[in-house]
């Protein structure tokens, strides 16, 4: 299999555990170039710890993760270099209050990769552009609504350009009519070729954009399908249940 056939990531018997209790049990899956893969199921799941192995902010304790088909959990990249490459978005937010929102996307830009200011700032405005707040450049995050305050962590995880995005839980935080604009960019994204891993019990943005979804519970993926195929039911009766619930 050449190297562009081969999967942009591909996770392999990942464990992890807290303690005693254990989160993950031998997941595996892969992610291709230009996919959207959506993480869904009942919380405490492991979706999100899922998520975190993936960049090395939560190290699985036994598996292996390959990422551009190098061995990241057996330190062929440095964790600091791999989030240069993997760009996340949390629950919420986590932008620094004294900087406004492109001085938050400019950020990284300027001290990792050496960008300098002029070119930074033109980079921050054209990414504000795309997440549709190109006027709020110079607003502080308490000037912003959550809606807006994620829409420039979101352009501030691709000024780094990254290979792949990380989304946990990117709305669950907001209220629901900033929602839908937060989901708007984020299915744009994937219908632009960026590939992006999601967590969320957004069915509709699962049913719009993602290529497969993974059905996770109690730390083990109990489903891997279609958007397609899960969504006309074509899943085992548990998944199905945990669909049915969500929608109703």
Do not use: W
Not at 9 to 32: P, W, Y
Not at 56 to 81: E, I, T, W, Y
């Amino acid at each position: 299999m050449s190297s562009q056939q081969k999967p942009l990531l591909e996770m392999i018997g990942i464990d992890k555990a807290f303690g005693r209790q254990t989160v993950l049990k031998n997941c595996s899956l892969s992610v291709r170039r230009g996919e959207t893969v959506v993480l869904i199921g009942p919380s405490g799941s492991g979706k999100s710890t899922l998520l975190r192995c993936v960049n090395m902010l939560s190290p699985a304790d036994s598996g292996d993760v390959f990422f551009a088909n190098q061995n990241v959990s057996r330190g062929d990249v440095p964790p600091h270099q791999l989030r240069q490459r993997i760009g996340m978005v949390f629950q919420n937010y986590e932008l620094f209050a004294h900087l406004t929102a492109a001085e938050n996307i400019m950020l990284a830009p300027m001290t990792v990769l050496g960008v300098n200011r002029i070119e930074a700032r033109k980079q921050a405005e054209a990414l504000l552009a795309k997440v549709r707040i190109h006027d709020k450049a110079d607003h502080f995050p308490d000037e912003l609504s959550g809606g807006q305050q994620q829409r420039v962590a979101i352009a501030r995880a691709l000024a780094m350009k990254p290979e792949l995005m990380l989304y946990d839980e990117p709305t669950s935080a907001l209220d629901p009519e900033m929602i839908r604009e937060v989901l708007e960019v984020m299915a744009e994204l994937s219908a632009e070729g960026m590939t992006s891993m999601v967590v969320t019990h957004e069915m509709g943005f699962a049913r719009r954009a993602a290529n497969h979804i993974l059905f996770m519970e109690e730390g083990e993926i109990l489903e891997r399908a279609t958007a397609q195929d899960f969504f006309t039911g074509l899943v085992s009766e548990r998944a199905k249940r945990f669909l049915d619930q969500i929608l109703h």
